[in-house]
Each structure stands twice: as structure tokens, then as C-alpha cells.
């Protein structure tokens, strides 16, 4: 297929009304191929060409006065009039109109401006792009967590990592414990913000905080006016608690705190998340430990009431695989260190 040169494509062009001219300009272009100027160079509408040029078509075009425009661009007229000739040239359409006074846009000159700005604005991003990159201050991190944890601090570092750094995309997942360690090891999230303390050798965990468990009762509960509960007061009655295959950790720490006081618990029913588990307290159908800060999530129908006794403490711990570890999920992981 035979190319044509710009002069003969403005040629075709002459006799036609402007905005029928502009274009088919504008598809001609896409047609032809032009030779590449200096070093820094970008494809735009099928030419390709120097960012300097746009910049200063781009400047002309907005103070519609060279004078003003070579002021702005910190250079002399002369040679921006040249490089706005040489453009055109490129080109092989005219983009100014000029006389003594006054400097036109032409129609087609209006859509090369419009095309030009979006090009000039989108190389800017990619060279910040770029330098964010290298300093691992943008990028994409996938990461899980317990629906405890969202009621706690872990909530409030995120908000400021996300304040922090705008350009890591993040992507929240609720998960179970269990459901983050297979979602770890299958690369399907870069890290967990979980209640563990797993040892794999794959896996490694950085503790975030730890917190008092309490007591969540009915509001029609017999004890419901005591300010604090001894593991004695309430060993008797129905617990709801997490399925221990989802989350050996809390279940074992839960189980062992009563035993150490000669208490066994009778777990009545199951649930996975602790709103549903402080929910299911408020129908009544028994009684249930969490973390402290789930005493943030108000339902009505439920107390929450602290033990008599030291109560038991669980961790927040985030993990990750220890051969997938990138820039931004240091970034990420040093956030909540701090």
C-alpha cells in the first residue's frame, strides 16, 4: 500500500469545506508515518514526534500571540516561530493562522491542540508514574482481613496509608483466618491482616497490636446489670463461638482462658464473623467472648461486660509470603509497624 506524503494529503484537501477537512485530516494521519525527532519522542495519532514541539504548539495556541507565548517557554520569538513552521512542516498542514496582529487557530490546528494536550498530560503521568515505581509509591496490593479487625485500630492505619499513598491501588478482602493462610499460599492476596499465630515456612507474621477480649451478653440477660463478670459467673452458659477449624487461634485461647479457672464452656452454636456471633447474642441464643474492639459495634438487645478476671488477649498479626514481597508492601507493612 502505497503511502502518501503530507503536502499531497493538504493537497486533497484544499477544496473542501474546514471541519470536513479537519476531519479527514485527522483519519489521514493515522495513515502516515513520519520520521522521529531527538531522542524523547511519542506516538500520537499515528506521527510520531517531539514532545518540545507540542509543548510549544500548545503554548502559541493559548496566547494566540508569539511574543507572549516565547515569554512563557523562556525563549526568543524567532526560534519558536521556526519550530512552529517546522511542525507544521511535519505535519504537512497549516495550525496558525498569522498576520501582523493577530494568530488563528485553523480547524485543523483546533484538533491537534485538543489531541496535543491530552498527549502532553499523559507523558507527564508516565514519567511520575515512572519515579513512583522506583521509589515503591504506587503499584497494586491485594490484601485480607478478619471482619473483627475493621472495628479496631487496623481501620484507622488504613485510612492514613491510604491518605499516605494515593497512587497504591488497594483491594480489601474479607476473609477468615483460615481462608488468608490458603489465599497467601496460592498468591491470591500479597498479605492478611489476620488472628494467628501459624508457623509456616513460607509464611511470615509481624504482630500489629493486641487487645482484651470481653464478654458480650443479652440485654435480657440475668447479669446484665453487674458491671464486671467472673468466668464463674457464666461457664454455664451457652456460647457462641468461631468453627475452631476456621480460626484455631482465638478458639484455643478462648477455651484455654476458662479452663485455667477450672471452667469448661458448652459452645451451643456456630458462627464465622463476630457481628453475626453478636447478633445471634442478641436473639438470645447465648453468650459469647471477642475481641474488645468489637464492643465498638453497637447492636441493640447486647451488653458488653469485662471479666473479673485478667481477661485473655488476642493479636492482630499481618502476614505474608516471604518470597513475594515488593516495594509497596513494605511500604504497607512499615505503615502499621510505625
Avoid at 66 to 76: C, E, I, P, Q, T
Avoid at 308 to 336: I, T, Y
Wanted: hydrophobic share 45%; charged share 20%.
Amino acid at each position: 500500500m502505497a503511502i502518501s506524503k503530507p503536502r499531497d494529503v493538504v493537497a486533497s484537501f484544499m477544496d473542501q469545506p474546514p471541519l470536513i477537512t479537519a476531519f479527514r485530516f485527522y483519519h489521514k494521519l493515522t495513515l502516515i508515518i513520519f520520521p522521529i525527532y531527538n531522542s524523547l519522542s511519542c506516538h500520537i495519532l499515528g506521527v510520531y514526534m517531539d514532545l518540545r514541539l507540542m509543548k510549544y504548539f500548545v503554548t502559541v495556541a493559548e496566547e494566540l500571540h508569539f511574543s507572549r507565548a516565547a515569554k512563557r517557554l523562556n525563549m526568543a520569538q524567532p526560534p519558536l516561530s521556526q519550530q512552529i513552521k517546522s511542525l507544521e512542516t511535519m505535519l504537512g498542514v497549516q495550525l496558525l493562522k498569522r498576520n501582523n496582529r493577530t494568530v488563528e487557530l485553523t480547524e485543523p490546528g483546533r484538533v491537534f491542540l485538543e489531541e496535543a494536550k491530552k498527549t502532553l498530560k499523559q507523558a507527564e503521568h508516565a514519567l511520575k508514574a515512572a519515579q513512583l515505581a522506583e521509589q515503591g509509591l504506587i503499584g497494586r496490593l491485594s490484601v485480607g482481613f478478619v471482619g473483627s479487625a475493621a472495628d479496631g485500630p487496623f481501620i484507622h492505619r488504613l485510612t492514613s496509608f491510604l491518605e499516605t499513598y494515593p497512587f497504591i491501588e488497594l483491594t480489601l478482602k474479607e476473609m477468615t483466618t483460615s481462608q488468608q493462610l490458603d489465599a497467601l499460599l496460592a498468591g491470591e492476596i500479597h498479605a492478611g491482616v489476620l488472628r494467628s499465630d501459624v508457623q509456616h515456612p513460607e509464611i511470615h507474621m509481624q504482630e500489629f497490636t493486641e487487645e482484651p477480649c470481653m464478654l458480650v451478653i443479652p440485654e435480657s440477660h440475668p447479669l446484665a446489670s453487674y458491671q464486671t463478670l467472673s468466668v464463674h459467673d457464666i461457664s454455664s452458659d451457652p456460647f457462641i463461638m468461631p468453627p475452631r477449624h476456621l480460626g484455631p487461634y482465638f478458639h484455643d485461647i478462648i477455651i484455654g482462658f476458662f479452663h485455667s479457672y477450672g471452667c469448661r464452656i458448652r459452645i451451643a452454636q456456630e458462627a464465622i464473623q463476630m457481628h453475626t456471633i453478636v447478633n445471634l447474642v442478641s436473639s438470645g441464643l447465648g453468650i459469647a467472648v471477642v475481641p474488645a474492639s468489637v464492643s465498638h459495634f453497637q447492636r441493640p438487645g447486647v451488653v458488653y461486660k469485662h471479666f473479673v478476671e485478667p481477661p485473655p488477649h488476642v493479636r492482630l498479626s499481618a502476614a505474608w509470603r516471604k518470597d513475594r514481597v515488593s516495594q509497596a508492601l513494605e511500604l504497607f507493612l512499615n505503615h502499621f509497624k510505625a
